[in-house]
């Protein structure tokens, strides 16, 4: 596993949790929050940018959300093709109400963590 994808895991899976606990108190805005949050993390990883496009996916299905769903399927494609060239726009929280080509401002948090977890470790 590569580093950065090994040492950003904790803090996407965190966030995952986070959304897997709003989910189960049935406030989809929150959840997907935590996906926009966990995308904005793993986003240079493969493996975590592409799980992160499916469950926003599958937000999308369980909210029937067609938008999001269509632009779910565009982004993942997307993240499976271009994340090991480097071609992520930094700070792009994910989801369809976003160009998949903006870049966005990291808040002070989760540069720290991006850049730790690119710490050799």
């Given at each position: 596993m590569l580093t950065f994808t090994r040492n950003i895991a904790?803090?996407?899976?965190?966030?995952?949790?986070?959304a897997?606990?709003?989910?189960?108190?049935?406030?989809?805005?929150?959840?997907?929050?935590?996906?926009?949050?966990?995308?904005?993390?793993?986003?240079?990883?493969?493996?975590?940018?592409?799980?992160v496009h499916v469950l926003m996916l599958i937000w999308g299905l369980r909210q029937?959300?067609?938008?999001?769903?269509?632009?779910?399927?565009?982004?993942i494609i997307g993240a499976l093709s271009t994340t090991a060239i480097g071609l992520v726009p930094r700070g792009n929280t994910g989801g369809s109400n976003i160009s998949p080509f903006?870049?966005?401002?990291l808040s002070r948090e989760h540069s720290d963590i991006i850049s730790r977890a690119k710490q050799d470790r």
């Open positions: 904790p803090h996407v899976d965190k966030e995952l949790a986070l897997a606990s709003a989910r189960r108190a049935k406030h989809a805005a929150i959840e997907f929050k935590h996906l926009e949050n966990a995308h904005v993390l793993g986003q240079e990883s493969t493996y975590q940018h592409s799980k029937h959300h067609w938008r999001e769903v269509l632009g779910q399927l565009f982004r903006a870049k966005l401002p």
